[in-house]
Each structure stands twice: as C-alpha cells, then as structure tokens.
C-alpha cells in the first residue's frame, strides 16, 4: 500500500487548508507541481502515480525532477525555485509524520535554491501611464470598465489577482473613500482613494446592480474578469496608447505600474 497517497493528501487538506489557509492561486500550484513530480517520477520508475511510495521521492528523484523542468520542460531558474519550494514545504510536513524517512526527506531538503539573474526594472512616465489610462473607449460600457480598472491599478498599486477579486461592496465612497481587498498571503488591506478615482468609482458603480457581491470589473455576461482576460484588454489598449506614446511599446507593462513604479 503507497504511503504517499494520504500524506500528499493530508499535506494539501491540514498544512495548506488548516494551517496556512492557503490561497487558490497557492494551492493550484503546489498540486501543478507534484503533479509533474508524479507524472515524472512514474516514467522514471514505470509506477503509477497511486501506486508511489515516499521512499521513491529520494534525492536523486527530486534532483532529476528539477533539472528536468529546466532541461526539458525549459522553465526559468525562478520557477525550478517555486516548484522546489512547493517541494520542501511537502517535505518538511513529511519529516514529522514519516520519521522512518528522515534520511531520505533530509537529503531532498538539502537541495540549494538556484541563482537567479537580478533584472533591472523600468518604470512607467507619466506621459505613458495617461497614454495608458486615455487609450480605452470611454463611449461604451467595456471601454469605462477598462479605464477604471487601468486608472484603479494605477493609482493603488494593486495586483493583477487582487483587481480580478474586487467587488462591489469592497468600495465605500464618503468622507473616507477607501476600497478593501485580500491582498497576497490572504492579507486584508485598506487602500485609501484619490478624488479622480473617486468619481470614476461613482459613475460605474452606478452603471453596476449595487449587489455587494457584484465583481467589480464583470464581463458582458457578469462574471469577474480573468487574469487572461486582463492580459487581453492591456495589451489591446497598450497597442493604442502607443500611437501617441511610442515608448509603451518596449514596455512590459501590467495595471500595477503607476508613474514612478516598477513597470513589469
């Protein structure tokens, strides 16, 4: 009988759900990874992956399995770093439930983090954030949509998923204007608002149903927008802004890259 079945599946239900109450971005990468890991590991061992002890993740399965992923699947140095954290943070739950392993979970813990190249990060003018911020059609309910989610992004620095999560009761205009979010590491934050947003908020709030529950930035058939779908509509918007601002066009650019920070 496998004893890697109920650890990966305890790993996953007590340290990510109970212990750490893990995000859904978190938790759909530590099971891309293992994922990998089994499907690599059944190759290698001819095992089906229900069948896989934990004394067939040795060092020198863990260590093949990370130069795979940058030999064959050509993944970065920063993403072999995130799979092999994914992997401690595994291991290291293992080593308090499987002490019989110990030997083997030490010498996978051992694995060193890759070196990474330092890149020199460029920043946003303004001249190129307005060029940004100008470029959707305001005469049509899309093209609102986009620039108050541009402006927004903008203006509070916030992350691609944390825009994607926003909804309508997480806005409250008054004499405190603020907006709510949760943030990375399910960190709740408090942003407070500039008058400019504050009266494209009001606008389209009023365009919206006033449901608390409403995404703030909802697509033709009401769902929140993806982060796919934001890609889309940055890079459309990006490639129109450029015609009057051609430097956007060297830019890698998200919604988080106000003027005077980091354009990614």
């Not at 908020?201 to 149903?209: R, V, Y």
Request: proline share 6%.
């Amino acid at each position: 009988m496998s004893d890697l079945a109920p650890l990966l599946q305890q790993f996953f239900t007590d340290k990510l759900d109970g212990q750490m109450n893990a995000s859904v971005h978190t938790k759909a990468a530590y099971a891309d990874t293992f994922r990998l890991l089994l499907l690599y590991a059944q190759q290698r061992t001819g095992t089906a992956p229900s069948a896989l002890r934990l004394a067939d993740l040795n060092a020198d399965m863990v260590g093949g399995f990370l130069q795979h992923l940058e030999d064959e699947r050509g993944n970065s140095a920063s993403t072999r770093n995130a799979r092999r954290a994914a992997l401690r943070s595994f291991f290291t739950y293992a080593s308090y439930r499987a002490p019989d392993a110990i030997a083997t979970i030490s010498q996978v813990l051992a694995f060193p983090a890759k070196r990474t190249k330092t890149t020199i990060v460029s920043f946003l003018t303004r001249a190129e954030a307005e060029a940004l911020i100008a470029a959707p059609d305001t005469t049509t309910w899309i093209g609102r949509r986009d620039r108050l989610l541009l402006h927004l992004g903008i203006q509070t620095g916030l992350r691609v998923s944390e825009l994607t999560s926003l909804r309508v009761g997480d806005i409250e205009i008054g004499p405190h204007s603020q907006l709510r979010c949760l943030g990375k590491g399910r960190k709740h934050r408090v942003i407070p608002l500039q008058k400019p947003t504050i009266r494209l908020l009001t606008a389209w709030l009023n365009e919206l149903d006033g449901i608390p529950a409403t995404p703030l930035f909802p697509t033709s058939t009401g769902t929140a927008l993806s982060r796919a779908a934001i890609a889309k509509l940055l890079a459309r918007h990006i490639q129109v802004a450029s015609a009057h601002c051609p430097s956007l066009r060297e830019r890698k650019t998200s919604p988080r890259t106000p003027c005077g920070t980091p354009a990614r």
